[in-house]
T-cell receptor
Framework: DAGVTQSPTHLIKTRGQQVTLRCSPK?????VSWYQQALGQGPQFIFQ???????QRGNFPDRFSGHQFPNYSSELNVNALLLGDSALYLC???????????FGPGTRLTVT | GENVEQHPSTLSVQEGDSAVIKCTYS??????FPWYKQELGKRPQLIID?????GEKKDQRIAVTLNKTAKHFSLHITETQPEDSAVYFC???????????????FGTGTRLTIIP
């Protein structure tokens, strides 16, 4: 049984560019949450998707958007990249009926 | 919104001794409190969690206690081993029956070092 997977592992982009990160949830999970983890900090909540809709959102600008597909996988899109967007992006999956969230290995994004 | 404070930021203990990490939260509606362990370059790993209807939960060498009145919860690791060295994060969220949980709000982390 595969756990949460994310792609790509690492990514280097230039300021102003756009990026798409991908996440496949753990088998049996239908909810995907995205977090940003800056170096030396705890993860910060970006948004959560359930039934292909954004269920809740954290304090991130509209440059951050997402999508959930019918197979429950999800994408995180960031437009107009800033240097400050450099971070580890984590997705976590959970079952809609349970509380536990399980994290993927993350995508390390570097903006130059 | 919810705010979670975590102390200490770094902690060094001799192998075999106990380690305690403390967190406080601000939103009295929070009712789910997980702890994550993150080794260098790896994903956060859920190690134990507690719900607000329980005061204490134990799993082998790890235990978590919750004081709802004071709005604080703690992680206790006994008989520490070198493989316990990692960054530990506490978190809080509001869990809804039949609707899963809302966002996790994390503390700033504690870097635990076990000295052999």
């Amino acid at each position: 049984d595969a756990g949460v997977t994310q792609s790509p592992t690492h990514l280097i982009k230039t300021r102003g560019q756009q990026v798409t990160l991908r996440c496949s949830p753990k088998s049996g999970h239908d909810t995907v949450s995205w977090y940003q983890q800056a170096l030396g900090q705890g993860p910060q909540f970006i948004f959560q998707y359930y039934e292909e809709e954004e269920r809740q959102r954290g304090n991130f600008p509209d440059r951050f958007s997402g999508h959930q597909f019918p197979n429950y996988s999800s994408e995180l899109n960031v437009n107009a990249l800033l240097l400050g967007d450099s971070a580890l992006y984590l997705c976590a999956s959970s079952s809609g009926l349970a509380h536990e969230q399980y994290f993927g290995p993350g995508t390390r994004l570097t903006v130059t | 919104g919810e705010n979670v404070e975590q102390h200490p930021s770094t902690l060094s203990v001799q192998e075999g001794d106990s380690a305690v990490i403390k967190c406080t939260y601000s939103d009295s509606a929070s009712n789910y409190f997980p702890w994550y362990k993150q080794e260098l370059g790896k994903r956060p790993q859920l190690i134990i969690d507690i719900r607000s209807n329980v005061g204490e939960k134990k799993d082998q060498r790890i235990a978590v206690t919750l004081n709802k009145t004071a709005k604080h919860f703690s992680l206790h690791i006994t008989e520490t081993q070198p493989e316990d060295s990692a960054v530990y994060f506490c978190a809080a969220s509001i869990g809804w029956f039949n609707f899963g949980n809302e966002k996790l709000t994390f503390g700033t982390g504690t870097r635990l070092t076990i000295i052999p």
